[in-house]
């Protein structure tokens, strides 16, 4: 009887502390799958200089005049490997179009990230930030991050909304924004030719 008094009393101070946590933190909760991005708007983008895999130096405000997209990743990050497909994607429809798009690999060796560049046939160039203080800067917390400068090396975009506002930014496409009354977040997107897109 005592074993049953204790497993029940365990249960039920496992479910306070559960439904404490879920309470007193929504806003823990809420943010977990958000903060891999640092969602910034209109601010100036901070400059740095790093070398490429050849060893060749880029430095961000040498690109002004041209919209440039940076995308931070890591060789380890299985969500880095699957969103290939997209950035390659992005790269062959606005590379052509003017768009800077380089890859800033984060903490990692040359040869590591020669070989990864390699392996995917990845056709943007790839930086190498071996001592994270670019990520830093940017205030990367997750990897794939990306964010979006516009020709005056201002930040304009982000994860969320990346598509939409490169065919805004190349295509002329407006883009209206509809958001939930209770959360603020953005739920439906309608462009100007009256197509949706929930996200």
Request: aromatic share 8%; glycine share 8%; net charge neutral.
């Amino acid at each position: 009887m005592k074993l049953k008094h204790k497993v029940l009393l365990s249960g039920i101070a496992v479910a306070i502390i559960a439904a404490f946590v879920v309470l007193a933190m929504p806003g823990w909760f809420a943010q977990r799958g958000t903060e891999r991005v640092k969602e910034v708007r209109d601010d100036k983008a901070p400059d740095f200089t790093l070398k490429d895999i050849q060893g060749e130096k880029f430095t961000l405000s040498g690109q002004r005049g041209k919209p440039v997209l940076l995308v931070f990743g890591t060789t380890w990050c299985p969500s880095c490997r699957e969103e290939i497909p997209h950035l390659k994607d992005i790269y062959a429809s606005y590379a052509k179009k003017g768009l800077i798009m380089v890859n800033i690999d984060i903490q990692e060796s040359q040869d590591k990230v020669s070989r990864y560049a390699d392996n995917n046939e990845l056709p943007y160039r790839v930086l190498l930030d071996e001592n994270g203080d670019v990520a830093k800067t940017y205030g990367i917390r997750g990897v794939p991050s990306l964010i979006l400068l516009d020709k005056d090396g201002m930040i304009v975009g982000g994860q969320r909304l990346i598509d939409q506002t490169l065919a805004r930014m190349f295509e002329g496409k407006e883009f209206s924004m509809r958001t939930s009354s209770l959360s603020g977040e953005a739920i439906l997107l309608i462009d100007d030719e009256g197509r949706k897109a929930v996200i």
